[in-house]
């Protein structure tokens, strides 16, 4: 959203307006240091996905059909609409690093560009996605790259949910069915797969009214002592023996 995107540009801070000694690590070394987990054979993989200008017929699932409506969707479509860009990817990627972290889950895969950032960081990975036909795609995509350390669940997440073999992640990236509800739901649902230190991580936190209401909601449960803001991604951790307090960081 415009307003709350400018409003992020006013208040977010850089290391001096930090006083919380994993906040200030977290941004030296992981947001300013993104850049170094650089990953040219995902990114090469995006340049021939935004190049693929074939047709699949897709399942739509929650809120993911804002832009179009046709149940048919180009490849180049989806690598330029629902991919990771970047340097949010490169994040990811820089927070399993950076903390050796072990286990990650993921909600929604698309075609894997977020799941192979999370997995070359050095995480096993379970990737939760709905529609078959995308499914086939990414699992195409981490095998061309000899990805090993991924899992990917085929079907609509709440049926899934059941597979699902670890108590606790490391890490849970929640990027899919980007409904206010639906996020609270998977936010409550996933407290209880996280452990002290998991990193929760929430996409489009300012995609629509309802997912900036959801991300407020979020930031104000007491279960959650530490939220960190950045223009897109909101992430939040349990870190009982912090007071609560929530930062808005530059990146
Ligand atoms: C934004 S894309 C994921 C992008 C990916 N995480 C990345 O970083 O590149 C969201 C995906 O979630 C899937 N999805 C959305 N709601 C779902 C649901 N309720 N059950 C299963 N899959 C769902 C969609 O099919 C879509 O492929």
Not at 1 to 26: D, T
Not at 47 to 73: C, M, P, V
Not at 108 to 131: F, H, K, P, Q
Not at 211 to 226: F, L, N
Request: glycine share 6%; aromatic share 10%.
């Amino acid at each position: 959203m415009f307003k709350s995107g400018l409003k992020y540009k006013f208040k977010a801070v850089n290391a001096h307006g930090i006083h919380s000694p994993f906040v200030f690590e977290f941004y030296n070394e992981v947001l300013k240091k993104a850049h170094l987990s650089e990953k040219k054979e995902i990114e090469k993989l995006r340049k021939q996905l935004l190049a693929d200008h074939s047709e699949i017929e897709i399942t739509d699932f929650g809120a993911g059909s804002r832009i179009h409506n046709s149940n048919k969707r180009k490849i180049s479509d989806l690598a330029k609409h629902a991919a990771i860009s970047k340097k949010y990817g490169r994040l990811l990627s820089r927070v399993v690093e950076y903390y050796d972290l072990k286990n990650a889950l993921e909600l929604g895969t698309s075609l894997g560009i977020g799941t192979l950032y999370i997995s070359s960081g050095g995480a096993d990975i379970t990737t939760l996605e709905g529609c078959p036909e995308i499914a086939r795609n990414a699992q195409a995509n981490i095998d061309k790259l000899g990805f090993t350390s991924v899992d990917m669940k085929v079907g609509e997440f709440e049926s899934s949910f059941s597979q699902l073999t670890n108590k606790e992640y490391d890490l849970i990236y929640i990027d899919g069915n980007h409904e206010e509800e639906a996020t609270i739901k998977y936010f409550e649902k996933f407290l209880n797969h996280a452990h002290n230190d998991t990193f929760l991580v929430f996409d489009d936190i300012r995609w629509s009214e309802g997912m900036e209401k959801a991300w407020q909601k979020i930031i104000q449960s007491e279960k959650i002592h530490v939220s960190i803001e950045l223009l897109r991604m909101g992430i939040v951790l349990k870190r009982k023996e912090q007071e609560k307090q929530h930062f808005i960081l530059k990146f």
